[in-house]
């Protein structure tokens, strides 16, 4: 199993653009989220989903976007790119059956200039 | 609001001695509390989960302890090597329930250096 894989590791982006962070799981997990780390702030929760064709809004979930049309992919799409959104993203995903741990990828550092 | 608060301060200790690291929280009725480690440039790992009436659990050289009465949890590592040098993070379900499954709050993290 790879476990849960984000793409891509690193990326720049120029204000007012538009990308997509990929996240697949291959674990069979109903459930995934999206966090956010930021120096002092710790992990904020942005989007999940609790499986394929439902998700709902975290803690800061403005300028984002998601959909789970598969139980495995889980995208996070930034619509408008902006410098506050400069930050280090995570994937992660659980299920009922694994205790309630959560399994997290490694991460996709984003920089907006 | 619901708050988990860790040392902000790093914590320098010298191998082999037992480190101890405290998590607080406030406005949270947890029915389970969880620890992960973070190396720099990698994602959270699961360390250990322990639930609302268990005082105490143990995995090799890790040990923490809750208190719902305190609202605290501190996590101990003992015989503390160089390797243990991380970030550890507290977690807890904002919904306090073990079955909500969507995602947990995460505290700020307490980085521990270990030095030989």
């Known amino acids: 199993n790879a476990g849960v894989t984000q793409t891509p590791k690193f990326q720049v982006l120029k204000t007012g653009q538009s990308m997509t962070l990929q996240c697949a799981q291959d674990m069979n997990h109903e459930y995934m989220s999206w966090y956010r780390q930021d120096p002092g702030m710790g992990l904020r929760l942005i989007h999940y989903s609790v499986g394929a064709g439902i998700t709902d809004q975290g803690e800061v979930p403005n300028g984002y976007n998601v959909s789970r049309s598969t139980t495995e992919d889980f995208p996070l799409r930034l619509l408008s790119a902006a410098p506050s959104q400069t930050s280090v993203y995570f994937c992660?995903?659980?299920?009922?059956?694994?205790?309630?741990?959560?399994?997290f990828g490694e991460g996709s550092w984003l920089t907006v200039v | 609001s619901q708050k988990i608060e860790q040392n902000s301060e790093a914590l320098n200790i010298q191998e082999g001695k037992t480190a101890t690291l405290t998590c607080n929280y406030t406005n949270y009725s947890p029915a389970y509390l969880q620890w992960y480690r973070q190396d720099p440039g990698r994602g959270p790992v699961f360390l250990l989960l322990i639930r609302e009436n268990e005082k105490e659990k143990r995995k090799e050289r890790l040990k923490v302890t809750f208190d719902t009465t305190l609202k605290q949890s501190l996590f101990h590592i003992t015989a503390s090597q160089p390797a243990d040098s991380a970030t550890y993070l507290c977690?807890?379900?904002?919904?306090?329930?073990?079955?909500?499954?969507?995602?947990?709050?995460f505290g700020k993290g307490t980085s521990l250096l270990v030095t030989p």
């Open positions: 992660a995903s659980r299920t009922r059956l694994s205790g309630n741990t959560i399994y």
């Open positions: 977690a807890l379900d904002p919904r306090g329930n073990s079955n909500s499954g969507y995602a947990l709050n």
